[in-house]
């Protein structure tokens, strides 16, 4: 072969390598949804019948729970905004970045909960059945009249979307975890068939097992709250910091046909629970249905008193400062073991856990996403529910303005 002809032919193949495209793509190059029809590293074809690799093509992004919220991550500043009444210092600011996450609409309904005991009571054992029950005796009270919640709260059709309450951080985590398995079941196989005929079997390669629902962990419960995401176009560097989970220092609408309405449900000071009788009032005594009150900018309600909730978070004075500034969390004792604590007479321990948002029996001071309690686990109040979260999958940003 001649020099001449040789030349030639380089020049050709270069310009295929130029102009192909080894993904198969037409255009662009692959992405995790669009992948190609071959490897761009390998050069062998996805799904072939001789026995290449298996893609799931029909992927068209993450699955959407149930009553979940995208919440898009973002840098934030955590911590409390206000002075620390209770000079406990454990609440001071920090810059960190929370990425995105989902997490419920709503506070766990007794409606939700009794779901789970159905089946709970239908699929397991009694012992299982007894321990997953909540506590309705939190309302007792030897100097108060509340029977009537302690007989009706829980299980009366008539407080069916109030939140439910009298349920420990543990007993938290293990309707999470059934909720997982029930939603996941139901994602893959809808009723009673696989959703991908072609490949039914649902693994997460398929893209069809969600991700655990959990307790959110403390920093993403405040970023939620806070939804500093309506200030962006004031303020991109967000230097005034939300107060509560709404614009402004008031407890009630400042504008519009709504004005003079109160924003959550709280205690106003002693003995006033919920005001004078007529339109003053917050419509609530006690608890109030989960979807009360105006939602905030990330379309979530009741951030803000009605319950607390619990988050995944082991208590300990310090956590910002000694947690990742890249989502923190405190799930141990890592870096501040109990043992440093008197153990005659603090409460700190591993078994105490955070929660947070104020509720029905609060002052405005607890609503203020910033501050932050601690209970043990196993223990219960009529004054602190929950709600889930589920970590996002792949891209942090939004695929439609839907989710």
């Known amino acids: 072969m001649s020099t001449k002809l040789r030349l030639i032919l380089g020049m050709l193949s270069c310009v295929v390598l130029l102009t192909s495209c080894p993904s198969g793509l037409k255009n662009g190059n692959p992405n995790s949804l669009k992948v190609g029809k071959k490897s761009t590293v390998t050069g062998l074809a996805y799904n072939s019948k001789k026995g290449g690799f298996q893609v799931n093509k029909s992927y068209k992004g993450p699955i959407v729970g149930p009553n ?24 001071r600011q920090r810059t960190v ?22 089946a709970i009571k239908r699929d397991s054992t009694l012992n299982a059945y007894t321990a997953a029950l909540p506590d309705t005796t ?3 009270d030897e100097l108060a009249f509340n ?14 979307m109030y939140p ?8 938290a985590n293990d309707y999470a975890a059934w909720r997982t398995a029930v939603v996941n079941k139901n994602v893959a196989f809808p009723k009673g068939k696989p959703r991908n005929r072609k490949n039914p079997v649902a693994n997460m390669e398929s893209g069809l097992i969600l991700p655990e629902y959990r307790l959110p962990t403390e920093a993403e419960w405040e970023y939620a709250a806070k939804a500093m995401i309506g200030t962006q ?17 008031s407890m009630r609408q400042p504008f519009g046909r709504t004005r003079g309405q109160m924003l959550a449900n709280y205690k106003r000071g002693r003995g006033d629970y919920s005001g004078l009788a007529g339109r003053s009032n917050d419509g609530a005594m006690i608890t109030a249905e989960v979807y009360s009150y105006p939602a905030n900018d990330f379309g979530l309600y009741n951030m803000a008193g009605n319950v607390n909730e619990w988050t995944m978070d082991t208590y300990r004075p310090l956590t910002l400062d000694d947690a990742n500034d890249l989502n923190p969390a405190r799930r141990s004792e890592a870096q501040d073991p109990a043992k ?27 609503l203020s996403p910033g501050t932050r309690r601690y209970l043990d686990k196993n223990e219960s109040s009529s004054t602190i529910g929950f709600r889930c979260a ?14």
């Open 68 to 91: 979940l919220v995208f919440i898009e991550g973002g840098r934030v500043t955590l911590g409390g905004g206000e002075e620390d009444v209770m000079k406990r210092n454990d609440n």
């Open 97 to 118: 970045t929370i990425q995105s996450f989902y997490m419920d609409e709503t506070e766990i309904s007794n409606l939700h909960y009794l779901e789970y005991l159905d």
């Open 138 to 140: 939190v309302w007792l």
């Open 147 to 160: 029977d009537p919640y302690v007989t009706h709260y829980f299980r009366h059709p008539g407080f069916r």
């Open 164 to 171: 439910v309450v009298g349920v420990s951080w543990k007993q």
């Open 233 to 249: 176009q004031e303020d991109e560097n967000q230097e005034n910091q939300r107060i509560y989970p709404w614009d402004g220092p």
């Open 340 to 366: 440093l604590y008197d153990k005659g007479n603090s409460l700190i321990n591993d078994n105490a856990k955070v929660y947070k948002g104020g509720s029905w029996a609060d002052g405005p001071y607890w």
């Open 390 to 403: 589920m970590d996002r999958v792949g891209s942090s940003r939004p695929k439609s303005p839907k989710e």
